[in-house]
């Protein structure tokens, strides 16, 4: 999205200690860190909300936001503020690292054939429909046999919305591998692909907050994808969700960032794989 809309372009306008509190409200509920030079932006992206309500300023809207008890202006801010830009086979190198070191590593320490992993800004669902045909495609007849698939999150609903449907105009659909195509997606026609009926039940997807202190899930994981968020969160807020997530992971398990989030080769609990790609140590590391 174009960050130079000027403050003041569509009509409402924000003043200073209007932005501070709406600013305020994006970093402690989403983690998200607005700067100065996104005013123009987080204007811009709330004007259509201000409208759909009928409010003729921003004054009242923050208001409501601070009055907002069932939080369901807070979740609308969160979609408006969110950035949900993906596209299929993003950084290749992690898809072919899943492919090629993840899975013959899970098919190794699960003799239960109970797969976990965990797409953790899902967006639109590229990202999470591409690491479920790579399972199909490598477990091949045995699938059937594996608790494979994946859960895959993100705080937006309309993205969420967009993933769970599974329909992509041709040019998104473009840069995925053949062969992945194939098996996971069939054409609609009129330019438009659709992730194939048998595959949908492989990816569970859900609204979750990544600044929740307690992970909702009961078992630990073998592989955490969370890739292209972190950009948006201060260096504490990454410090403490790395650690929530490292101990949500199985010794040896994989964590795949995104490649302009390198976590430093240091974290006494991680070890460094290859670029944006980490394990858990084992306890005797
Ligand atoms: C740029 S997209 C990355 C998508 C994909 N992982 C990729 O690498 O292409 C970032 C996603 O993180 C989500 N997000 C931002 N803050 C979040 C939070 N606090 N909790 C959960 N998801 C969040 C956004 O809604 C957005 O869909």
């Keep these: 999205m174009n960050d130079d809309v000027s403050p003041r372009s569509f009509g409402h306008t924000l003043d200073d200690a209007g932005f501070a509190q709406i600013r305020d409200l994006v970093y402690q509920h989403f983690g998200i860190v607005l700067s100065e030079q996104k005013r123009g932006l987080v204007v811009g992206r709330l004007q259509r909300v201000l409208r759909d309500r009928g409010l003729t300023n921003f004054r ?135 992730i194939r009926d048998e595959m949908r039940k492989d990816v569970m997807y859900r609204r979750f907050n990544l600044m929740a202190e307690k992970l909702p899930f009961k078992h630990p994981f073998h592989c955490i994808f969370i890739r292209n968020v972190m950009i948006y969160f201060d260096q504490d807020t990454r410090r403490r969700l790395i650690a929530r997530l490292v101990n949500s992971l199985l010794p040896g398990g994989w964590l795949f960032v995104g490649h302009s989030e390198s976590l430093g080769r240091d974290d006494a609990n991680l070890e460094y794989v290859s670029p944006a790609v980490y394990r858990r140590k084992s306890e005797s590391q």
């Design 60 to 194: 009242d809207y923050i208001d409501l936001l601070l009055a907002d008890k069932n939080g369901s202006l807070l979740a609308e801010l969160a979609n408006r503020m969110s950035t949900n830009h993906t596209h299929f086979w993003r950084e290749p190198a992690h898809f072919l690292v899943f492919r090629e070191s993840v899975l013959p590593w899970v098919q190794q320490v699960s003799p239960q054939r109970d797969l976990r992993l965990w797409c953790a800004a899902a967006a639109t669902g590229e990202e999470p429909w591409t690491l479920a045909m790579i399972q199909r495609q490598f477990f091949a007849e045995n699938y059937r046999h594996w608790q494979a698939g994946l859960v895959a999150t993100d705080i937006s609903e309309p993205a969420l919305c967009i993933a769970e449907k599974g329909v992509y105009d041709n040019d998104r659909v473009q840069p995925l591998p053949q062969d992945l195509r194939a098996l996971g997606m069939e054409t609609m026609g009129g330019g438009r692909w659709r």
